[in-house]
């Protein structure tokens, strides 16, 4: 099951749209533990921050051109929420 890109309600006017959709956020991380029966993976097919077109969001690059301002706003509306990965800075 893709979670990459989880759109959050009322994203889509339509079914079927599905270029940089937006208000979305990144879904539950990979996993092959699913307690599941029916769900073997969840995975990220594609990659946050590639741009799936110039449409959909305003400033949108052409498909598969990286896309900073839409992968902000996958992480900062992912569920659930994504840990800084970043070591903090000391202050000595």
Known sequence: MDQGRVALPGARK???EWCNV???????LPTSETNSTVVDAIVWIKPGGE??????MTGAPNAGAWFEKYIELLIKNANPPIA?????????
């Open 51 to 56: 741009s799936d077109g110039a449409c959909g």
């Open 84 to 92: 800084p990965t970043y070591a903090k800075s000391r202050r000595y």
């Open 14 to 16: 339509e079914w079927g």
């Open 22 to 28: 937006s208000p979305a956020g990144l879904g539950h």
